[in-house]
Nanobody, 117 residues
Framework: QVQLVESGGGLVQAGGSLRLSCSAS????????VAWYRQGPEKQRELVAS????????RYVDAVKGRFIISRDNAMDTVYLQLNSLKPEDTGVYYC??????????WGQGTQVTVSV
């Protein structure tokens, strides 16, 4: 049974930063490509960024390019998402999972990011 655990969210003012972490039990995250998603208020869950299992070819949606950085520490079996220059429209619950197009693991609880003006 795969359990994903996201952490690091919080309340931050516009322009601020947060670092989110994704860890898992039941699997070795280091064996897989991992993506971050977010779901804003009254919005569908959307892909934010993804990274290959070996840390190469990070990809971002246009809305976060230049502001967010996805990375991983395979020794710690953790995937990170650094959120910089946050905007109110970045508010939402952030989740990690496998990238689109492959079988998803069960979704975790996510971590809430709230950006105030």
């Amino acid at each position: 049974q795969v359990q994903l655990v996201e952490s690091g969210g919080g309340l931050v003012q516009a322009g601020g930063s947060l670092r989110l972490s994704c860890s898992a039990s039941g699997i070795r995250l280091s064996d897989y490509a991992v993506a971050w998603y977010r779901q804003g208020p009254e919005k569908q869950r959307e892909l934010v960024a993804s990274i290959f299992h070996d840390g190469v070819y990070p990809r971002y949606v246009d809305a976060v390019k230049g502001r967010f950085i996805i990375s991983r520490d395979n020794a710690m079996d953790t995937v990170y998402l650094q959120l910089n220059s946050l905007k109110p429209e970045d508010t939402g619950v952030y989740y990690c999972n496998r990238p689109p197009g492959v079988s998803q693991w069960a979704w975790g609880q996510g971590t809430q990011v709230t950006v105030s003006v």
